[in-house]
C-alpha cells in the first residue's frame, strides 16, 4: 500500500506531505465543481495523478509518468466524438471533449487501485489515452 503521497487540493490551498492513498480518493470522492474543484497527488518523482471538476458528478483524470521518459494520459469514456463538455476547475469554465468527462462514481473504483499500487491498469468500462503535450 502506497501511503507517501504528496497532495494539494484547492479546498485547502496547501501542499500536504505523506498522505494515504485513502486520504487522497477521499478528496477525489468530495470534488463538487464549486469548493472543491482540483486534487493533484504526486507519488515521489516517479508519477503524477491529476483529477479536477465534480460538477454534476463529472470529473477529468489526468495521469503522468516520468520513468523511464515522461508520458501523459486521461482517462476516456465512449461518447460521441466531437461534443465538448465543460468543468469547472478552480473557478473557471475549461472545455475539455466529453469523452473525456467522465462519471465520479465510476472512476472512484480506479482510482484506488491507482492510487494503491501506482500502476493505471485496464479499467473496464473506461479507457486510458496516451496524451501528447
Not at 22 to 42: D, F, M, P, Y
Not at 87 to 92: F, K, Q, S, V, Y
Request: aromatic share 6%.
Amino acid at each position: 500500500m502506497l501511503n507517501d503521497w504528496r497532495m494539494y487540493t484547492d479546498a485547502s490551498g496547501q501542499d500536504q506531505n505523506h498522505m494515504g492513498w485513502h486520504e487522497v480518493l477521499k478528496e477525489i470522492a468530495q470534488l463538487n465543481g464549486t469548493s472543491r474543484t482540483l486534487v493533484h497527488a504526486a507519488y515521489g518523482d516517479h508519477v503524477d495523478l491529476v483529477v479536477a471538476g465534480g460538477n454534476q458528478g463529472q470529473i477529468l483524470v489526468q495521469w503522468k509518468e516520468h520513468e523511464p521518459e515522461a508520458r501523459h494520459y486521461v482517462l476516456t469514456a465512449d461518447k460521441p466524438a466531437g461534443t465538448m463538455s465543460t468543468l469547472t476547475i478552480e473557478g473557471a469554465d475549461v472545455s475539455f471533449p466529453a469523452s473525456w468527462c467522465i462519471e465520479l462514481e465510476q472512476a472512484i473504483p480506479v482510482l484506488g487501485d491507482l492510487l494503491r499500487t501506482c500502476e493505471k491498469g485496464e479499467p473496464s468500462g473506461l479507457t486510458w489515452i496516451s496524451v501528447e503535450m
